[in-house]
């Protein structure tokens, strides 16, 4: 009996990118090529990504990654790095039906039409951060997510990427300025504590460990 291999297929969407002026969108496209070039070749995550991410359409990117373990990371390193536009982030566990290639363009599977499916669901349940293989409290957990994410402002949803990768590590461009005095008040405001919490809770579910 041939052993089910199982990979996540990630899939990126800007909300609203057709609402952008063209100077915006152009901008938009330009930072995300260089984005990508640095996501493909980060150390931490070269060895973990199966399949290349690459711009599928638009405003949109997709890759593959061999298992769970770089999914928050990389989510929030998208968020951090472009973060002048909303992200929805679908993530999708299961096997694929091709071989593996050095873009994730060149690669499909049940994994994919999973990732695909969420993406539009979350479009239209205004979730940000979506999956599907996964455990089912996970779900419960991105809505939570979803629900922080729209309760906050631009700037403290910028900042929140910011706290979220503080302790890995990634080194971190478009820092937000800001005093260590004011990002105190800002986590106090935040509920930092309990956001950190409840982040850790998901992780937690995310997390699951492969075996080839």
Known sequence: MT???NYVAVIADVIASRALPPPARARLQTQLQAALKDLNKHRAWRPAIAAGFAISGGDELEGLLRDTTHVWEIAHWLRHTLPDVDWIIACARGPISTALATSALEVDGPCFHAARAALVEAKKTRQVFIFRGFPPAVDALAEYYASLYWSWTPRQRRQASAFRLEHADLAL????????TAISHMK???AWPLV??????FRAAIAIRETR
């Open 173 to 180: 461009g478009n820092r937000v300025n800001v005093h260590p």
């Open 3 to 5: 052993k089910t291999v």
């Open 196 to 201: 950190a919490a409840g982040d850790s809770m």
């Open 188 to 190: 106090r405001r935040m």
